[in-house]
């Protein structure tokens, strides 16, 4: 059971990125996931979150409307669409399943002229 994310790297401000976190050994459908963040010298923070089947969103206000989660069942992958990405985005985003107490490793974001 585990969760692995890609899709980190450098990009310029006003970029887009598109992270992914592949979860193998459960199906990651029927459970809520989200991906936190958290920058040098920040606390982490809450930045999206997919439900279930019913696909209920949430975003942080420092997101919102820039970046989209979404789930593709078939591929088990839970994926974190960011547009015009700011210097202020630059941080490990990782993916979790809150009721598993699961954890990915991270992908490094830094956005960067």
């Known amino acids: 059971v585990q969760l692995v994310e890609s899709g980190g790297g450098l990009v310029q401000p006003g970029g887009s990125l598109r992270l992914s976190c592949a979860a193998s050994g459960f199906t990651s459908s029927q459970y809520t996931v989200s991906w936190f963040r958290q920058g040098p010298g920040k606390k982490r923070e809450l930045v999206a979150s997919?439900?279930?089947?019913?696909?209920?969103?949430y975003y942080a206000d420092s997101v919102k409307d820039r970046f989209t989660i979404s789930r593709d069942n078939v591929k088990n992958t839970i994926y974190l669409q960011m547009n015009t990405l700011q210097p202020a985005d630059t941080a490990k985003y990782s993916c979790?399943?809150?009721?598993?107490?699961?954890w990915g490793p991270g992908t490094q974001v830094n956005v960067s002229s």
């Open positions: 997919v439900g279930t089947e019913s696909g209920d969103t």
């Open positions: 979790t399943v809150p009721t598993l107490t699961l």
